[in-house]
């Protein structure tokens, strides 16, 4: 595992370009597009003011940088350096701005959701989609790019309108049995579109592409709802992570419940993996005393070198006791996503935050449990094959795999916090980003991962 060397960074704006030949940067309100093998800037642009959001168009030719609090929208090419294009929303102000799938189109959300903007690169014509609904997750488009379903709020009713992205003409429109929609999301397949209610209120409803209501689902009645929802890439489980602790697992042919994890702060089953991260003893010479160190020495303190642990059943987990009083409470799954073959789910208790659950779909059983010694910021799967990288927000990135974990420093001067992360499309490379830096984390190849790793009961 190599490292770059560290790069400024602001406002954690880094993204792979999805083709993964570009990595986009922001500093304030300078655009750094660099080569992924090379890390050498091929094009710096510079913006009106602080870049505030960046995205990649599907066919990584252009990217956007959006300046919320001007109202305004850059966008520049990597083909034509000297071609770039400026939107202005004026005093409608602007609150979220995106691609539309064809790379052509952007989508500008005004404040207060009055309305999105529909801006032609090509043509430079201007389309207006009124109601757009304040909510979690109120934008989704097909994998494919052919439609988009958009939540919206009119006459103190939700609805969903579903639109030809290639036209922008509206397919389908029909109202939502929600109290106070919180989200949609299409299946990876495109077939199925997953709604979800307010968390008082526990309704996920699926329904088909022409609006018809395929199920509604409802664990529990009187308590707090849906917090997290994540389909897996097969389209097959529908994941709902609930209020309760618990993880319920949907499948694709009754829309019914096949099973529910639940996050006990107590691990029993002897065949269930818990790896702790642990601090490492320093070893000494034979015959040498651990004195403590010279004044002058013990000045700069270097960060701990930790390991991970297989720890013996029973364990107990670190867990958090919720303030009742207080809005968003921190109880119920945080965090969930499935591994890119569907064969694991990884999920996040916020009331044990420090842990990283990872269940086995196809046994439909808990099959690794990590702790960190931190409380868990991040978690990504590595985008070909069953691997997970996690952060604490400490100096350190955590890999899993099947065939074990590792807990890697990130090197350089200074404490460099990961705060989060993503991974190139080939996997081959994880970018870290704390505050102000960015580096870039360089693994093994395919046919070493194991060396990587280590085998099985070769866990450090």
């Not at 959006?66 to 034509?80: C, D």
């Not at 829309?255 to 029993?268: L, S």
């Not at 070909?384 to 100096?395: D, H, K, M, V, W």
Request: aromatic fraction near 12%.
């Amino acid at each position: 595992m190599n490292f770059s060397e560290v790069f400024k960074l602001s406002g954690l704006l880094c993204k792979f370009s999805p083709d993964g030949k570009y990595l986009a940067s922001c500093v304030q309100y300078r655009l750094v597009v660099r080569d992924v093998h090379t890390l050498q800037i091929l094009h710096l642009y510079t913006c009106l003011d602080q870049i505030q959001h960046i995205e990649w168009s599907a066919d990584s030719l252009f990217i956007l940088c959006a300046m919320y609090k001007r109202g305004q929208v850059q966008v520049w090419s990597l083909e034509q350096p000297e071609w770039h294009c400026r939107i202005d929303e004026g005093s409608a102000g602007l609150v979220a701005s995106c691609w539309s799938p064809d790379g052509r189109h952007i989508l500008n959300t005004t404040e207060f959701h009055l309305r999105i903007t529909v801006w032609s690169l090509c043509t430079k014509s201007v389309s207006y989609i009124k109601y757009p609904k304040a909510c979690q997750q109120g934008v989704s488009f097909t994998r494919d790019g052919r439609y988009m379903a958009l939540a919206e709020r009119r006459d103190c009713q939700d609805h969903v309108s579903v639109f030809v992205c290639s036209d922008w003409q509206l397919l389908r429109h029909f109202d939502t049995e929600t109290q106070d929609l919180a989200g949609i999301e299409w299946a990876p397949n495109g077939c199925v579109l997953a709604v979800w209610d307010t968390c008082l209120e526990y309704k996920v409803l699926l329904y088909s592409l022409d609006g018809r209501l395929l199920s509604a689902y409802c664990a529990y009645e009187w308590s707090l709802g849906v917090k997290s929802v994540a389909w897996s890439p097969s389209s097959q489980f529908l994941a709902i992570g609930s209020y309760d602790g618990k993880v319920r697992i949907l499948n694709h042919v009754t829309w019914k419940m096949i099973t529910e994890f639940g996050h006990p702060a107590t691990i029993n089953n002897p065949k269930i993996v818990v790896y702790k991260e642990a601090e490492k003893t320093p070893r000494l010479a034979p015959g040498r005393l651990a004195f403590p160190p010279p004044r002058a020495a013990a000045g700069v303190a270097s960060p701990a070198e930790t390991k991970y642990e297989i720890a013996s059943v029973p364990v107990s987990l670190q867990t958090l006791k919720p303030v009742a009083d207080r809005a968003n409470p921190k109880i119920g799954i945080g965090a969930l996503a499935f591994s890119p073959d569907s064969y694991f789910l990884a999920t996040r208790s916020d009331s044990v935050p420090n842990a990283v659950w990872i269940w086995d779909i196809q046994k439909l059983r808990l099959f690794v449990v990590l702790e960190q010694l931190s409380p868990v910021r991040s978690f990504q799967w590595d985008p070909q094959q069953p691997r997970l990288a996690i952060c604490t927000g400490g100096g350190k990135v955590y890999l899993w795999s099947p065939a074990g974990c590792v807990s890697v420093q990130v090197p350089g001067e200074g404490d460099f916090q990961v705060l989060s992360l993503c991974w190139h499309l080939n996997g081959d490379s994880l970018a870290l980003l704390s505050k102000d830096h960015f580096c870039l984390c360089f693994l093994e190849t395919e046919d070493r991962v194991g060396t990587a790793f280590g085998r099985p009961g070769d866990h450090t």
